[in-house]
């Protein structure tokens, strides 16, 4: 099967929706999440669970959502690499919707990131690479397994702290202007690095919020999308790419620079047949204040070592030339535990032209994700029409 089959804006995001709340709600559970946004999707779409017969999920199993929701599948997909699940499931579902193994498919995530409502118990795999290596020197969370590698990427360029505060400051304008977002207040860079440190060179503002909440995505081929009710609002697909390195951290090529995400990226533009300034719009996965940093880098949207700067003189800004996490992000907007539904939802959004912090004429988005602690990565470009 040829490429241009499954991009090139041949499979189209006919629904997409997030659960009708945000952020703390412990009087739902995670299979409840799922369920919520899966509706909510579908009804975006103008179809019901009968037209579905692929789905995919990650955290639960496919089947536990597919038979909640009275769904039998004939194209299931379990793929479980971390926050960037979602993407992965994009680009499978498209390659399974152009060779004809499912017409439509269902993406769904819903996650009690927060109140824990049904959610799996997390515990260490002392069998696990990562059990055993780095596990008991500490490194059992984000926020600890990812300061080296944060501290070497600052160190190579000549930048520091106050680079990883200038993030959060441009994300909160944005959040700002965002009513679901948990954290609204717009704040400065020396307000960042004075609030507690939870892990240097990390505060608590270059930390992702922690909520519940889930998302759902509906796909089918661009030619059943024009039948849709939803068809003004389809969103296509046009190129997309994904990799993966080390479950360990300390086994990374280069801690200062992710392989997976030059990878993945440069799949994704080459199977899109656009370059770099032509993307409008920007959602880098941002579980955590350095990653945009990484991303701007790895994907070639800027130099080594200008990334820093080009965050702090506002290019990412409303008024900037490459608005980016234009929702707030995982640091202002949502994080369950599994950022990338949410990532690719507002990616959607500004497309369709109904964001809450509008993009003006935005047509092309580069949606980002990273899969747990820099072991896995997927990208995808999405257009408001089709080619």
């Known amino acids: 099967m040829s490429n241009k089959n499954m991009h090139g804006g041949n499979v189209a995001i006919v629904g997409a929706s997030e659960t009708n709340e945000i952020g703390v709600l412990p009087s739902k559970s995670v299979i409840a999440l799922h369920a919520e946004a899966a509706r909510n999707a579908l009804r975006d779409a103008g179809l019901s669970p009968t037209d579905v017969d692929g789905i995919a999920t990650a955290g639960l199993m496919p089947m536990e959502v597919s038979h909640y929701l009275g769904i039998t599948p004939r194209w299931i997909d379990g793929t479980m690499v971390g926050g960037c699940s979602f993407l992965s499931h994009v ?12 017409n439509v498919v269902l993406i769904t995530h819903g996650e009690s990131g927060r109140s824990r409502v049904g959610a799996l118990a997390w515990a260490i795999n002392a069998a696990a690479p990562d ?10 969370a984000p926020y600890s397994t990812f300061t080296v590698p944060a501290m070497r990427f600052l160190h190579d360029r000549g930048m ?4 990883l505060a200038e993030v959060v400051v441009a ?16 704040v400065t860079a020396d307000e960042v690095l004075g609030a507690p440190v939870i892990a240097y ?41 994904e990799s993966a390195e080390s479950r360990l951290v300390s086994q990374m090529e280069d801690v200062s620079s992710f392989q997976s995400f030059r990878r993945s990226s440069r799949e994704a533009f080459e199977t899109s ?10 959602m880098c996965y941002d579980a955590f204040a350095h990653l945009p940093l990484y991303m701007l880098e790895d994907l ?13 003189d506002g290019n990412t800004l409303p008024s900037g030339k490459l608005p980016m996490n234009t929702n707030g992000g995982g640091l202002c907007y949502t994080h369950t535990g599994m950022y990338g539904m949410f990532a690719i939802q507002e990616a959607v959004r500004q497309l369709r032209g109904c964001a809450e912090a509008q993009v003006e004429q935005a047509q092309l988005s580069f949606v980002q994700g990273v899969g747990m602690f820099f072991a896995a990565s997927a990208s ?7 080619p």
Request: proline share 4%.
């Open 91 to 102: 680009r499978h579902a498209a390659a399974a919707i152009a060779c004809g193994a499912a």
């Open 131 to 140: 059990g055993q290596f780095e596990a008991p020197y500490g490194a059992v």
């Open 160 to 163: 520091g702290p106050r680079d």
């Open 171 to 186: 994300q909160r304008k944005w959040a700002s202007r965002n009513s679901r977002a948990l954290r609204r207040e717009i």
């Open 201 to 241: 060179p990390f505060t608590r503002d270059m930390c992702c919020v922690v909520t519940d909440g889930g998302g759902a995505l509906v796909l089918t081929s661009a030619e059943r999308a024009a039948d849709l009710p939803s068809a003004d609002r389809a969103v296509y697909l046009l190129g997309s790419g």
């Open 273 to 282: 047949g656009i370059g770099h300034d032509d993307v409008d719009h920007l």
């Open 300 to 312: 070639g949207f800027v130099g080594k070592g200008e990334s820093g700067a080009f965050i702090a």
């Open 380 to 386: 995808l470009i999405l257009s408001a029409s089709r």
